[in-house]
């Protein structure tokens, strides 16, 4: 699977922004980011069902989305925050697995897309 992402940018705190990711064929997808010195982090995900999982800290604030005709999800940043300010990364979950915010669910990688949020 090939997974291209799009969409990051730098905007000032309380902005938003849309981040894009679209697949080489259907697949459950989900957004990690890494922020400068970190690990990489679990964001949100989005189950063939259609059912969502954020971190904590996005709750309320991001959106995930997908368009099964485009074999897209997107993701909608809100009230964005310095400390959300990190590479964020789409990736395709391998089929079977179950825990959505794990790394190790995820088989495929997009290269990232840099989110600068100031302050």
């Known amino acids: 699977v090939q997974l291209q992402a799009s969409g990051g940018g730098l905007v000032q705190a309380g902005e938003s922004l849309r981040l894009s990711c679209t697949a080489s064929?259907?697949?459950?997808l989900g957004w990690f980011r890494q922020a400068p010195g970190k690990g990489r982090e679990f964001v949100a995900a989005?189950?063939?069902?259609?059912?969502?999982y954020y971190i904590d800290s996005v709750k309320g604030r991001f959106s995930i989305s997908r368009d099964n005709a485009k074999n897209t999800v997107y993701l909608q940043m809100n009230s964005l925050k310095p400390e959300d300010t990190a590479v964020y990364y789409c990736?395709?979950?391998?089929?079977?697995?179950?825990?959505?915010?794990?790394?190790?669910?995820?088989?495929?990688w997009g290269q990232g897309t840099l989110v600068t949020v100031s302050s």
């Open positions: 064929r259907p697949s459950a």
């Open positions: 990736a395709a979950k391998r089929f079977g697995a179950t825990q959505y915010s794990r790394v190790e669910s995820y088989d495929y």
């Open positions: 989005i189950a063939w069902n259609g059912d969502t």
